[in-house]
């Protein structure tokens, strides 16, 4: 696989995704790197999106909506807690339950398996009163 260059439009993005609390659409990040002074088509936007997807660089979810949020992550796998209302986002690992699965696909004859858990509530911020 031959690896993508990296353009300064690439690298705005990633910056402005990096500076993201939580999951992000494609048109809020085009949106606030404009407003950034960033002159960059919605299109450039999503390709360097899916680049940071394809590389592992960033996450993709596609929220209850339809539309796909994105934020960068870490590299090892992991799982996601995620504001409802604000969109922060935390990062989580479920001790044992990798094994766990792992041994219940076998158990059926499955192989190659994979999972993704997001967990959606209210974050301690947006809980409390105003």
Known sequence: MT????TWQKLAVREALSQSPGFVSAQQLHSSLVQG????GLTTVYRALTD???SNE???LTGSDGETRYRICG??????LICQNCGKTVEFEL????AATEALALSHGFTGVS???ELFGTCAECGVSS
Request: charged share 25%; net charge negative.
């Open 95 to 98: 001790t044992g339950f990798e």
């Open 58 to 60: 960033a996450d993709a």
């Open 37 to 40: 002074g960033n002159k960059l």
């Open 75 to 80: 590299t090892d796998h992991h799982h996601h």
């Open 3 to 6: 690896q993508k260059r990296n």
């Open 52 to 54: 940071l997807v394809d």
């Open 115 to 117: 999972h993704s858990i």
